[in-house]
């Protein structure tokens, strides 16, 4: 436990603020414990004492704060939280309008809040999400065409070319595991952590970033989607594409501390939560693990991180050829 501040306790939370660290605040006159932003705070200048977990403050005798409710998910987690769902789960995927509606947000705040958190809008979201369907059943599907329908495309023509920009190559290429294509791939080291970027001269076909495996698993994840292409280890074609990812949205942005894999549960798993934003201990209830409160309360306070696709026309460049090499399968 921490030290008692004797001190005015608000400017240290103003200069704290943006680390990003979590810590809770009692106010000794009231026998609350809060978020260090509750106005209830900074109105009782001194007796306020720091813990670092709510289970400390609770063990001291203190009860949440019903103002800033320290063990509660907050409003703008729960509504970006359920927005991300919504996008993820529905076909066609919801627009703006709607999705602000069910968050009961204003469109351009909802658009603005969406963007901060996640580094990109609904609809580019929507963009990538509808490239991973069309993927996902065209390795299924015997005919392209169809695919592009059950991936939410309506209009064949146009999508047909759009969809070899979102994959990198042709439909038909990409179904059949890269055949007679070559990928450009290299790692790099992102605010989100080590990802593998892989690119033909038409665009990313894959973008992979790491929960804590090696570089070899990631490149063993680039062949099982790419069984038969051809690959060559190419940093400086790829630089382009790097920089691209390396945008400010990410940068100087906190990490979950919980691992990504169990950090987008805790994401997925909230935003199916209906009714009011739920307490911690709820969610860790529903995510199986009833004793993870803490844990759950760190992952909601940094939104899961979505990467960018970047688009070669964006970048208006292309990656340079190099010597191609297979790798061993
Ligand atoms: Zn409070």
Redesign the pocket.
């Known amino acids: 436990m921490a030290s008692f501040s004797q001190s005015r306790p608000a400017q240290g939370i103003q200069a704290r603020r943006g680390q990003e660290e979590r810590f809770y605040l009692g106010?000794q006159s009231t026998g609350?414990v809060?978020?260090p932003t509750?106005?209830?705070?900074k109105r009782s200048a001194h007796r306020v004492q720091r813990y670092n977990t709510l289970e400390e403050a609770r063990s001291a005798g203190l009860w949440p704060?019903?103002?800033?409710?320290?063990d509660r998910v907050t409003r703008p987690q729960f509504a970006l939280a359920q927005a991300k769902v919504m996008l993820d789960d529905q076909t066609p995927t919801p627009d703006l309008k709607s999705l602000a509606r069910a968050v009961d947000m204003d469109r351009s705040h909802f658009q603005r809040v969406f963007r901060a958190a996640f580094g990109l809008s609904p609809k580019q979201y929507a963009l990538q999400l509808r490239a991973a369907r069309f993927k996902a059943v065209l390795r299924a599907s015997p005919s392209v065409t169809l695919a592009m329908y059950e991936a939410g495309h309506n209009t064949p023509r146009t999508l047909y070319d759009r969809a070899t920009d979102q994959l990198g190559m042709k439909p038909l290429e990409y179904r059949d595991g890269g055949a007679g294509v070559t990928l450009s791939y290299a790692f790099a080291n992102l605010p989100g952590g080590r990802v593998l970027v892989a690119a033909t001269e038409r665009g990313v076909c894959a973008l992979y970033l790491s929960d804590g495996q090696q570089d070899e698993d990631l490149l063993a994840r680039l062949r099982d989607e790419f069984p038969r292409a051809w690959f060559m280890a190419n940093e400086r074609a790829l630089s382009v594409y790097v920089a691209a990812l390396r945008r400010p949205a990410l940068e100087g942005r906190p990490l979950p501390q919980v691992g990504l894999a169990f950090h987008e549960r805790v994401w997925a798993v909230l935003g199916r939560f209906s009714g009011t934003a739920p307490t911690y201990a709820e969610l860790a209830r529903r995510l199986g693990l009833p004793s993870a409160e803490e844990a759950v309360a760190a992952a909601c306070e940094v939104p899961p991180i979505i990467l960018l696709w970047p688009r070669m026309a964006e970048q208006g460049r292309k990656p340079d050829t190099g010597t191609v090499m297979r790798l061993a399968a």
């Not at 509750?38 to 705070?41: G, I, L, N, S, T």
């Not at 704060?65 to 320290?70: F, M, S, V, Y």
Request: charged content about 15%; glycine content about 8%; proline content about 14%.
């Open positions: 106010v609350h809060c978020r509750c106005p209830a705070v704060c019903g103002r800033c409710t320290p």
